[in-house]
Each structure stands twice: as structure tokens, then as C-alpha cells.
């Protein structure tokens, strides 16, 4: 049973225009949302996170939106990038008898192109 | 930037041997993971750790083992690799919420 959903294996976008990756979850204990990049050959790097009391979290070109009722969140990337070209995933935290674990989604593979 | 390193990087090996992977972190994390991914899969969570000498399995059943004696170290084995191990390991370790991953170790059991 999938708890965290990429359903887009990849996704296209041209340099300088918006890229939007989406993500939906069916736990609804989940309480901590976090997306993380991964370049090919290399372990996935922190990006930003939301916690579950906002709806909205902002970090330079990068914005994160979680809707509660329909368990979705959305990453902003605007605007795109040759560099930002890579796997995203998605990654969501409960706590489990006081102690996070992160469960992660199958990732989307982002391409920009100049 | 993270200071947790994954040992072997890339490891070829055959049916039956003995394998450690090597996780160390010096972030002084209580918390470590281990992750593996197949290609376009997600990651799956096969053991955990929340400080020296706690273990547990994670959600997905693996044949490997791991070992918590230092809070900086979180190896983990295969005492009989096989084809179906082939994958990509990910070692993490954990901060409040957010995780701080090695570089991984693509294995490939032939």
C-alpha cells in the first residue's frame, strides 16, 4: 500500500518557465511534507519542507503547497532551470510512537529544457 | 553541507559472498536509516536505527542485517549476496525531520 504518491514518472518543462510537481497521500497522520532532488549517482539533498499547520512554504524559486482536505502538495519551481534537472521526491513524516520515519513517494524526473 | 559518507560506492560482486555497506556520520544523529532503490521505485525503508544499540527492520522485508555500536556508524550486511540484492542502498540519518543522505552504494550481485 503506496502512502505517498508521484503519479508523473517525469515531466518536461521548458528554461524559465514554471515547473509543477505534484504528490498525493492517503495517511492522514502524515504531519511534515519535505521534497527532496536527486542527481543520478548521488544520495537525495533536502529542498523544503511544510509542516502540516500551513498551507503555503517559500524558499527563493522554490514554493511548497499542501491541501489537507484533498491530502495533495504541490513543488513550485519558477523559473526553471538547466540545473534543476533531476528526480524529486516527494516524502512525508508521522510521528511513530514519538520517533519520525520518512516515507518517500516514486519520484517524478524533472528535464528542463534551454 | 551533510557529513555522512557511504562506503563502497559501487560494489560488482558474486553469488554467495559476504558484504558489508559502510554508513558513517559525524553529525552526532541518533536517528539512521537504511533505504533501497530500484530504478524509477520509490525509496524503501529496510532498517532503522534511533540510537546505539536499537535496531529495527523497516517496511520492506530485506534479507540484510545492520548493527548500531557507535552512534557515527550503521553498517549493514549481506551474509549471502544474491542477483535479486542488486540495487541501489541509500544510508541516512535524520534530524528532527529532516534527513541528510549519503551518496549510496549501487551494488550489483552477478
Known amino acids: 500500500d503506496q502512502q505517498v504518491k508521484q503519479n508523473s514518472p517525469s515531466l518536461s518543462v521548458q528554461e524559465g518557465r514554471i515547473s509543477i510537481l505534484n504528490c498525493d497521500y492517503t495517511?492522514?497522520?502524515?504531519?511534515?511534507f519535505l521534497w527532496y532532488k536527486k542527481y543520478p549517482a548521488e544520495g537525495p539533498t533536502f529542498l523544503i519542507s511544510?509542516?502540516?499547520?500551513?498551507d503555503k512554504n517559500e524558499d527563493g524559486r522554490f514554493t511548497v503547497f499542501l491541501n489537507k482536505s484533498a491530502k495533495h502538495l504541490s513543488l513550485h519551481i519558477v523559473p526553471s532551470q538547466p540545473g534543476d534537472s533531476a528526480v524529486y521526491f516527494c516524502?512525508?513524516?508521522?510521528?511513530?510512537?514519538?520517533?519520525?520515519?520518512?516515507?518517500f513517494g516514486t519520484g517524478t524526473r524533472l528535464t528542463i529544457i534551454p | 553541507e551533510a557529513d555522512i559518507y557511504q562506503t563502497p560506492r559501487y560494489l560488482v560482486i558474486g553469488t554467495g559472498k559476504k558484504i558489508t555497506l559502510e554508513c558513517s556520520q559525524t553529525?552526532?544523529?541518533?536517528?539512521m536509516y537504511w533505504y533501497q532503490q530500484d530504478p524509477g521505485m520509490e525509496l524503501h525503508l529496510i532498517h532503522y536505527?534511533?540510537?546505539?544499540?536499537?535496531?529495527e527492520k523497516g517496511d520492506l522485508s530485506s534479507e540484510s542485517t545492520v548493527s548500531r555500536i557507535r552512534t557515527e556508524h550503521f553498517p549493514l550486511t549481506l551474509e549471502s549476496a544474491r542477483p535479486s540484492h542488486t540495487s541501489q542502498y541509500l544510508c541516512?540519518?535524520?534530524?528532527?525531520?529532516?534527513?541528510?543522505f549519503g551518496q549510496g552504494t549501487r551494488l550489483t550481485v552477478v
Open positions: 516524502a512525508a513524516s508521522a510521528r511513530d510512537f514519538g520517533n519520525e520515519k520518512l516515507t
Open positions: 495517511n492522514s497522520m502524515f504531519d511534515y
Open positions: 511544510i509542516s502540516s499547520i500551513k
Open positions: 553529525m552526532g544523529h541518533d536517528k
Open positions: 536505527s534511533y540510537g546505539v544499540n536499537s535496531t
Open positions: 541516512a540519518s535524520l534530524t528532527g525531520f529532516e534527513a541528510f
